[in-house]
Structure formats: C-alpha cells, structure tokens
C-alpha cells in the first residue's frame, strides 16, 4: 500500500511528465526520462501548495536540454542493462565453476 508521501509524489511526477508532453510533445516514456533526469540533477522542485512545480531555470523548460536529458537517460539504461548482463554472466560462471 502507497503512503500519502509516496501519492503525492506521484501526482507531482505526473503533473510533470504531462506538462512536458504537452508543451513539446514529447510521449509518455520520454517524458518520464526527462523528469527522472531533472529531479536527480534538482532541476526542479515541486510545489505542493500549488500543486505545480518550478524550474530552476527558465532555461531547462526548452526542447534542447529536454532532448539531452532523455539522450542521458538512455545511456544510463543501457549502461544498467549492460551491468545487469555482467552480474547475471559472473553469477552464472561462478555457479558452474564452483
């Protein structure tokens, strides 16, 4: 069961994501990328007195660093698909070697 902390959240998340996708028309899994970016890198913080959000900068609420963000997060999936490939491989070599 969701705390109220972790509902609210997610109402924020999707106050985000949706905003990006209407305003640039980004889809809903690249919206979510660049809203996992922006907060990990506190680009914005949310208002939930207003139930909005802010930008750090009016800058970031462009096209071109959204692109970026969503090109960072793809790596960083992949850099993690990689990794889990290589604990899996290790794990499974381990076991047959012993």
């Known amino acids: 069961m969701k705390t109220r902390m972790e509902k609210q959240v997610n109402r924020m998340v999707s106050v985000f994501t949706k905003a990006v996708m209407d305003q640039f028309g980004f889809d809903e899994i690249d919206a979510k990328r660049i809203e996992r970016v922006y907060r990990k890198e506190k680009l914005f913080s949310f208002d939930s007195v207003a139930g909005g959000f802010t930008m750090k ?4 609420w462009e096209e071109y660093p959204m692109n970026k963000a969503v090109d960072v997060a793809k790596r960083i999936e ?3 698909k990689m990794l889990e490939k290589e ?3 290790s794990l499974i070599n381990q076991i047959n070697n012993g």
């Not at 900068?57 to 970031?60: I, W």
């Open 57 to 60: 900068s009016g800058a970031f």
């Open 78 to 80: 992949h850099n993690d």
């Open 87 to 89: 604990v899996t491989n």
